[in-house]
Structures are given as structure tokens and as C-alpha cells.
């Protein structure tokens, strides 16, 4: 075991199946000589050569669109955008063909590609290099989406990306890259993609939470100590697939949920979360399903960032009011 942070784990998980296998290949904007614009690709082209990890120009949709050949061919591309607003430009190639081609070719060819970028604000950049756009990509059928929480899962995850015969859009909360430290296996494993982790049981209130925002319920849920209130927290490791089950059990037993994400409120992912409760365990609400969200705007400037956030005052805050909720 060894104590890393999370841009740590992937760039380990990066080097461990470069090293299994020769047809995963890393690229993208300054992923190569410079190691990323976070360094999370540090040292690979170092130890495999500029074949295997290299520069692009500076075109989204030529980076997506080779890699999409690539992978129809053989390779198993893990591309780099630089930020996740920086998506849109190759957002054709993404949903016109990327989640496309197995359909299309009627399975035969698959694209086992993993599409990596920095994700969600928290580092007071501007409002390209901060949002938080997994709605965008989860309504495209037949892509996965991974978002971690932890150096353990984001080795995890990766590995399972990597090793995935379908795409995989992995983003990576920015916010947390280096912001804190956990034991992580130095020898290869799997965290399955489709499964989230209960991060601690209770019995007051489910609340849903990803990415950077797992880190802000717990801190929130301190806050709480003196209230007697059991939270029950789920991290949703991946959007899609959605691990429907647990959440639904969850709120079988609590009665309440709370969905918490950075993104903006409307048609952010909590919509889905919430509808899939509803439908499948409406009888067991003893409060209002609840979502707590980033506002509706573009990501402020940076002096400004932090209202836009979510921070733990707000999330106590709601958990105790639905707690106290009485018809």
C-alpha cells in the first residue's frame, strides 16, 4: 500500500496498464512532454516513448475523432482534454459518433476508449476550466460516466475504464486532485463501474452525493454531531450506469433524500436520481425529495466562485430541515 492523492492513483492506474498492455496509448493537449496541465500524466512519456504518449494540436474534435479510429482499430486511446469546458469543442465526434459505432455497425466494432478531463470548479479558474457537465454527456446513450471520490476508487475506476470495452468518460474532480491522501494498493484492482459505495449507513436521511461534493456532506455531517441525525451517504461513484438499487434501498429505510451535486439545478443529474426514487419508492417518503445544487448561471469569476459552490453550511443546513420535516 501507498499513500497517494487522487491525481497520484490515476497517474499510477495510467502506468500500470500502460505497462500490461501495449495498445493503450495516452495523448491530448500537453499530455505528453509536459505531463498535463495538472500533471497527471507526468513521467509516461518519459518511460514510453512519444509512440505511445504524445501532444495534439490543439483541436477537441480532432483529438476525439483520431481517437475514436484509433480505438475501431485496436488501440485503447486514453485521451486528455485539458478542461472539461473545452469539451464542447469535440462534442460532435462525442454524440454523433463516439456512442454510435456499436449500434451502428451492428457490434462490430466496439470503441474501448476512456475520455479523461478535469471536472468541476473549486480552484477559482474561469468558467470554461470549472463546470460541471455530466448531464451533457449521460443523455447520450451507450457512454459511461465515472466521477471519483477517492484515490482508492479513481485507481480503481480507471483500471476498469481502461480495461472496458465501451467508451468511458472519466472526469476528475479538479478540487481534490491533490487535497488529500488515502492508502491505495500499489498492485492491480478493479472498482466496478456501475456501483456505488455506502460511505456510512444511517437512518434519519439518504444524501446522494459525488466528486468533490462527497467531501463536503462529510464535512457537513460533523457539523451535525450535536443534532442526533443519522445521514446515510452515498457516493455515486459513476453516472452511468446508475446504481438505481442502492439508492432506492436506501431511502426504503430512511424516508428522505437529499441529492447534492455542483452542477447547475436545472436538468442536473439529481432530476434523474430523484424521479428514479419516486417511481420505485414514493410510499416510503415521509419528506419532500430534495436537490441541492450549484445555481443557475455560468460559473462566476474567480473572486466570485464560492457562491456558486456548494458548501457544507448550506448542506447541514438542508439535511436538518428535511429531518424536521413533518406533513
Excluded: C
Aim: charged residues 25%.
Amino acid at each position: 500500500m501507498a499513500e497517494m492523492t487522487l491525481l497520484q492513483a490515476i497517474n499510477a492506474a495510467l502506468f500500470e496498464q500502460m505497462r500490461k498492455d501495449k495498445s493503450v496509448v495516452v495523448f491530448g493537449e500537453d499530455a505528453g512532454f509536459e505531463g498535463g496541465v495538472f500533471r497527471v500524466t507526468k513521467g509516461l512519456q518519459q518511460e514510453f516513448g512519444v509512440d505511445r504518449v504524445f501532444d495534439t494540436p490543439i483541436s477537441e474534435a480532432g483529438i476525439i475523432g483520431a481517437a475514436i479510429g484509433m480505438a475501431i482499430n485496436g488501440l485503447k486511446p486514453v485521451v486528455e482534454f485539458q478542461f472539461e469546458g473545452f469539451m464542447f469543442n469535440g462534442f460532435n465526434q462525442i454524440a454523433v459518433h463516439l456512442g454510435r459505432m456499436r449500434n451502428r455497425s451492428r457490434g462490430k466494432y466496439s470503441v474501448p476508449l476512456v475520455l479523461r478531463m478535469p471536472w468541476g470548479g473549486g480552484i477559482r479558474a474561469l468558467e470554461h476550466h470549472s463546470e460541471a457537465v455530466e448531464s451533457f454527456i449521460a443523455h447520450i446513450p451507450s457512454i459511461k460516466i465515472v466521477i471519483p471520490a477517492t484515490p482508492y476508487d479513481a485507481k480503481g475506476l480507471m483500471t476498469a475504464a481502461i480495461q472496458d470495452p465501451d467508451p468511458v468518460v472519466f472526469f476528475e474532480p479538479k478540487k481534490i486532485y491533490r487535497a488529500f491522501k488515502q492508502e491505495v494498493p500499489e498492485t492491480e484492482y478493479i472498482v466496478p463501474i456501475g456501483k456505488a459505495r455506502v460511505v456510512q449507513e444511517g437512518s434519519d436521511i439518504t444524501v446522494v452525493a459525488w466528486g468533490s461534493m462527497v467531501r463536503e456532506v462529510q464535512t457537513a455531517i460533523k457539523q451535525l454531531e450535536n443534532d442526533n441525525i443519522s445521514v446515510e451517504l452515498i457516493d455515486l461513484r459513476t453516472i452511468v450506469p446508475m446504481d438505481t438499487e442502492t439508492i432506492v434501498n436506501s431511502v426504503k429505510k430512511t424516508g428522505r433524500i437529499l441529492v447534492v451535486h455542483e452542477a447547475v439545478r436545472t436538468l442536473g443529474f439529481a432530476t434523474e436520481i430523484i424521479t428514479r426514487v419516486v417511481e420505485n419508492a414514493f410510499l416510503s417518503l415521509e419528506a419532500p425529495p430534495t436537490r441541492l445544487t450549484g445555481f443557475d448561471i455560468a460559473v462566476p469569476l474567480p473572486r466570485g466562485e464560492h457562491h456558486q459552490m456548494v458548501e457544507p453550511k448550506r448542506i447541514a443546513h438542508e439535511i436538518k430541515t428535511l429531518v424536521d420535516y413533518k406533513v
